[in-house]
């Protein structure tokens, strides 16, 4: 691979000139950074283009899409804290941030109207003094087969979409 140079700042104003590959990417930058002496061990390093941070950037990033070229100038900034206690608490805030409340949510609000639908149809059989209504309810899409996992390490699943509906509907019925 070409390599070009980079050059790290820290806090302290030190600049470090550093050997990249030309197609490198984050995860190639915090290894090299991890070899060097540039920050402590162990401990966690934030890294910045411009006032741009590159924490939530994931680790396949490119440099291109990070815009780092020749002679860019990348930010470090080391910080207090163990790496593991950091990573315990990316995690928890992971975990808090999930959005399978809102998918319920939403999953929910199509079961009411399908059971709207549901029993309008019943009715009307009723009606018509048969005692079976078939209903199409929904038409199931590719990726409603596949398991919602969410929580701590994805410990735990709604069960597929198709699944959770079945329930849902059944135990409305």
């Not at 999930?98 to 949510?105: R, S």
């Amino acid at each position: 691979a070409t390599m070009m140079q980079i050059f790290v700042q820290k806090l302290s104003g030190d600049k470090v000139s550093l050997q990249v590959p030309r197609d490198g990417t984050l995860a190639d930058l915090r290894k090299i950074i991890d070899q060097s002496d540039l920050a402590p061990r162990r401990y966690c390093y934030a890294l910045a283009v411009g006032n741009v941070s590159l924490e939530a950037k994931p680790e396949t990033s490119s440099f291109v899409s990070l815009g780092i070229k020749t002679d860019s100038l990348v930010n470090l900034s080391a910080e207090g804290e163990p790496l593991a206690k950091k990573l315990a608490r990316m995690t928890k805030a992971a975990v808090d941030s999930d959005q399978t409340k809102e998918i319920i949510k939403q999953w929910d609000k199509h079961i009411l109207d399908m059971m709207s639908k549901i029993l309008s149809e019943c009715r009307d059989r009723a009606r018509a003094r048969f005692d079976f209504a078939d209903v199409l309810v929904y038409t199931a899409e590719e990726d409603w087969s596949k398991d919602i996992r969410y929580g701590l390490n994805d410990g735990e699943t709604l069960g597929s979409r198709i699944q959770y509906y079945r329930r849902k509907i059944n135990e409305q019925l």
